[in-house]
């Protein structure tokens, strides 16, 4: 069952920014912490950044400084900024509750994420 839902993807060009947010569905909550994952094309999903409700944040060396992860507690909402996009950037961008050594395994089953494709 699908407990979270992405949306705000979509095409832009390189330099260019977008804005994905994460909702939970139903009686969801967010866990602690919360990831933002992707899968670029022919790559397995990896973990972008992650937040803790306390503020601590990780992030993949490819996207730090670039990406911005974010939770609103009140609105039980997680947002991921990306600036500066890149090409490489370009895949599905999922978020989940995030586990394991790394953040890098997820709780929750994946939802049908977001695209996010970036043209040069």
């Known amino acids: 069952q699908v407990q979270y839902v992405e949306s705000g993807g979509g095409l832009v060009q390189a330099g260019g920014s977008l804005r994905l947010s994460c909702a939970p569905t139903g009686s969801t909550f967010s866990a602690n912490p919360m990831g933002w994952y992707r899968q670029r094309p022919g790559n397995q999903r990896e973990l972008v950044a992650g937040?803790?409700?306390?503020?601590?944040?990780k992030y993949a060396n490819s996207v730090r400084g670039r990406f911005t992860i974010s939770r609103d507690n009140v609105e039980n909402r997680i947002y991921l900024q990306m600036n500066n996009l890149e090409p490489e950037d370009t895949g599905v961008y999922y978020c989940?509750?995030?586990?394991?050594?790394?953040?890098?395994?997820?709780?929750?089953?994946w939802g049908q994420g977001t695209q996010v494709t970036v043209s040069s």
């Open positions: 989940n509750g995030a586990r394991g050594l790394g953040w890098n395994d997820a709780i929750s089953s």
């Open positions: 937040v803790r409700s306390g503020g601590v944040t």
